[in-house]
């Protein structure tokens, strides 16, 4: 089945506790993406990565990294979370970017206490 | 202002009616646009892309683009109830997906 998948699904975690969020597709698609989305503010790019070992910073990227070292993953890391991150986090990934069909993983919840 | 700007809502119309969702953007560059349809708890899902002037269609779905006006709606003809959700309006420049902050559509049986 073709998907992206996230996990954890949720989490709870204190301030400055280093974590990551793995994002996986299995549809060999080029581009992927983050987002976050809170309630009033809608979704947010974080960052996107176009291909293998290239990475763009999107709309909200203060407080994430992220790598992509191979193309089906593309994992987000919070090296000192704080509160402000709070979000439910989407990650998404298309065959090209911007430019087609993007699919999005079921999501994360992330409290950062 | 936004980069993408949509209606706040909520937006109610009775079962069988046509709905209508309004968005603007700010890039005269960008050169794509995407409806996508998020039901509560669920992710995002695309509905419909357009990227010339003028309308598409899809179904009850038709998109419409004016980018001299910098304009895209989504019409939503004898609508169901099923089709409550929030609507977000993506705009592209390139690279980069630029989302407005979504219109909760209610559709009233």
């Known amino acids: 089945e073709a998907q992206v998948t996230q996990n954890p699904r949720y989490l709870i975690t204190v301030t400055g506790k280093k974590l990551t969020v793995t994002c996986s597709q299995n549809?060999?698609?080029?581009?992927m993406s983050w987002y976050r989305q809170d309630p009033g503010l809608g979704l947010r790019q974080i960052y996107y990565?176009?291909?293998?070992?290239?990475?763009d910073k999107g709309d909200v990227p203060e407080g994430y990294k992220v790598s992509r070292k191979e193309k089906r993953n593309f994992p987000l890391i919070l090296e000192s979370p704080s509160p402000n991150q709070t979000s439910l986090y989407f990650c998404?990934?298309?065959?090209?970017?911007?430019?087609?069909?993007?699919?999005f993983g079921p999501g994360t919840r992330l409290t950062v206490l | 202002q936004k980069e993408v700007e949509q209606n706040s809502g909520p937006l109610s119309v009775p079962e069988g009616a046509i709905a209508s969702l309004n968005c603007t953007y700010s890039?005269?560059?960008?050169?794509?646009f995407f409806w996508y349809r998020q039901y509560s708890g669920k992710s995002p899902e695309l509905i419909m892309s357009?990227?010339?002037?003028g309308d598409k269609e899809d179904g009850r779905f038709t998109a419409q683009l004016n980018k001299a006006s910098q304009y895209v709606s989504l019409l939503i003809r004898d609508s169901q109830p099923s089709d409550s959700a929030t609507y977000l309006c993506?705009?592209?420049?390139?690279?980069?997906?630029?989302f407005g902050q979504g219109t909760e559509l209610s559709v009233k049986p």
């Open positions: 998404a990934s298309g065959p090209s970017g911007g430019t087609d069909t993007q699919y």
């Open positions: 549809m060999n698609h080029e581009y």
């Open positions: 990565s176009m291909n293998v070992e290239v990475t």
């Open positions: 890039d005269r560059g960008s050169q794509s």
């Open positions: 357009i990227y010339s002037n």
């Open positions: 993506a705009v592209s420049p390139g690279g980069k997906l630029i």
